[in-house]
């Protein structure tokens, strides 16, 4: 069955389900919930503990602090895509009879506010910082996956020039995987009843592979179902070069034009040009049996390579922000860096189907019901 280019078109405009009777089909009727909400909890915070410790060990990172608003006119909000369609929540503060009134802005993701603080932090090459990060991306359809209130950990590191290849890059990827697959298996030694035929575990290791060689090898599919039909085949998966336009015309999916680097030249293990230094981690979720994403990040982009995406996007105009002059005049570090999705990730280690089993949040009636009807016990 082949797949016209509106599908393809369709597909790009990012996550989610779209409508509560699609989701009603997806929803499992036959899930197992493997520990209690309490449970749940204390699992949670021990697999939280294990990948911060690790992350930190593996990538030499330190916590620190990170904003929950930002003003406007810094430009260091998160816009999520290049079309616009996602915008922050936005107040603003009076402050003294409106004389020094801030307008502040809801992070979205902190990956332009963690680049800028490498310099603040004093992060030489091969050192950087892990944040707890909170956001809220009120244009999300709330789904068992998306929901209104995100927490990430958003990392950042400083690298040099010669560190920007896909060699570290992938090297980065194995180590995050290394904490997340380590969490699981701590996380089983107190509750062994995680241990289930019914949810297999995450895979040992992931598949790393370009979103180039993917369409090759699924050129009718559109991109949700070319990761689903490669989730078939490898469960965990690595896809590089998320952002280039592809050989049909279309982006992987779209990404913005300003922090990670998609254009840069690279090749494939088999020595095919490829292009894109960063990438998603993408897991087969085994209660939901669908597609779950858990990471996406990489290489940010230079001075250069900023200015060929910003081309590219026809968003020239962003160059007069202070975040993307600040990249252009070589005043903050290269990086690397990326977010991974905390809830997401528990999910995935404590074998749920549902974001509301694990963090608290904002929900429709309607799908607290679908839920409630199928042992689902979304947390309020």
């Given at each position: 069955?082949?797949?016209?280019?509106?599908?393809?078109k369709?597909?790009?405009?990012?996550p989610?389900i779209?409508?509560?009777?699609?989701?009603?089909?997806?929803?499992?009727?036959?899930?197992?919930?493997?520990?209690?909400?309490?449970?749940?909890?204390?699992?949670?915070y021990e697999?939280?503990?294990?990948?911060?410790?690790?992350?930190?060990?593996?990538?030499?990172?330190?916590?620190?602090?990170?904003?929950?608003?930002?003003?406007?006119?810094?430009?260091?909000?998160?816009m999520l895509?290049?079309?616009?369609?996602?915008?922050?929540?936005?107040?603003?503060?009076?402050?003294?009879?409106?004389k020094?009134?801030?307008?502040?802005?809801?992070?979205?993701?902190?990956t332009?506010?963690?680049?800028m603080?490498?310099?603040?932090?004093?992060?030489?090459?091969?050192?950087?910082?892990?944040?707890?990060?909170?956001?809220?991306?009120?244009?999300?359809?709330l789904?068992?996956?998306?929901?209104?209130y995100?927490?990430?950990?958003?990392?950042?590191?400083a690298?040099?020039?010669?560190d920007?290849?896909?060699?570290?890059?992938?090297?980065?990827?194995?180590?995050?995987w290394?904490a997340?697959?380590?969490?699981?298996?701590?996380?089983?030694?107190?509750?062994?009843?995680?241990?289930?035929?019914?949810?297999?575990?995450?895979?040992?290791?992931?598949?790393?592979?370009?979103?180039?060689?993917?369409?090759?090898?699924f050129?009718?599919?559109?991109?949700?179902q070319?990761?689903?039909?490669?989730?078939?085949?490898?469960?965990?998966?690595?896809i590089?070069?998320?952002?280039w336009?592809?050989k049909?015309?279309?982006?992987?999916?779209?990404?913005?034009?300003?922090?990670?680097?998609?254009?840069?030249?690279?090749?494939?293990?088999?020595?095919?040009?490829?292009?894109?230094?960063?990438?998603?981690?993408?897991?087969?979720?085994?209660?939901?049996?669908?597609?779950?994403?858990l990471?996406s990040?990489?290489?940010?982009?230079?001075?250069?390579?900023?200015?060929q995406?910003?081309?590219?996007?026809?968003?020239?105009?962003?160059?007069?922000?202070?975040?993307?002059?600040?990249?252009?005049?070589?005043?903050?570090?290269?990086s690397?860096?990326?977010?991974?999705?905390?809830?997401?990730?528990?999910?995935?280690?404590?074998?749920?189907?549902?974001?509301?089993?694990?963090?608290?949040?904002?929900?429709?009636?309607?799908l607290?019901?679908?839920?409630?009807?199928?042992?689902i016990?979304?947390?309020?």
């Amino acid at each position: 069955m082949g797949f016209g280019m509106t599908d393809k078109k369709a597909d790009l405009a990012g996550p989610g389900i779209g409508n509560y009777e699609e989701l009603e089909k997806i929803l499992p009727n036959d899930y197992e919930p493997l520990l209690t909400p309490k449970e749940t909890m204390l699992a949670l915070y021990e697999a939280k503990s294990f990948i911060e410790k690790t992350m930190c060990k593996e990538l030499n990172l330190f916590m620190v602090q990170v904003p929950l608003i930002v003003d406007v006119e810094s430009g260091v909000n998160d816009m999520l895509d290049r079309d616009g369609s996602r915008t922050p929540v936005q107040f603003h503060i009076n402050n003294d009879y409106n004389k020094h009134p801030v307008d502040a802005q809801v992070v979205q993701a902190a990956t332009k506010w963690k680049r800028m603080a490498l310099r603040q932090f004093g992060c030489k090459p091969g050192e950087g910082i892990i944040t707890d990060m909170k956001a809220v991306r009120k244009d999300y359809f709330l789904d068992h996956d998306h929901s209104a209130y995100v927490d990430q950990w958003d990392w950042e590191k400083a690298i040099t020039a010669e560190d920007r290849n896909l060699e570290y890059l992938t090297k980065a990827v194995e180590k995050i995987w290394k904490a997340i697959k380590g969490a699981e298996k701590q996380v089983q030694k107190k509750f062994p009843q995680l241990k289930s035929s019914k949810y297999p575990d995450l895979p040992e290791k992931l598949k790393f592979i370009h979103a180039e060689e993917i369409l090759d090898m699924f050129p009718e599919l559109p991109r949700k179902q070319r990761e689903t039909a490669i989730l078939q085949k490898y469960p965990g998966v690595f896809i590089y070069g998320i952002g280039w336009t592809l050989k049909d015309g279309y982006p992987h999916e779209m990404r913005a034009a300003d922090y990670d680097d998609w254009v840069t030249e690279t090749k494939s293990k088999d020595g095919k040009p490829m292009h894109g230094l960063n990438g998603d981690i993408l897991v087969w979720n085994q209660v939901t049996k669908r597609r779950h994403e858990l990471m996406s990040g990489g290489i940010r982009v230079t001075p250069e390579t900023l200015k060929q995406q910003l081309a590219l996007t026809n968003q020239m105009h962003f160059l007069n922000y202070p975040y993307h002059k600040a990249i252009m005049n070589g005043e903050i570090p290269l990086s690397i860096g990326s977010g991974i999705g905390q809830s997401r990730t528990y999910m995935a280690i404590l074998k749920k189907a549902h974001l509301g089993e694990v963090s608290v949040t904002v929900w429709p009636k309607i799908l607290k019901d679908m839920c409630a009807k199928r042992k689902i016990v979304v947390l309020e």
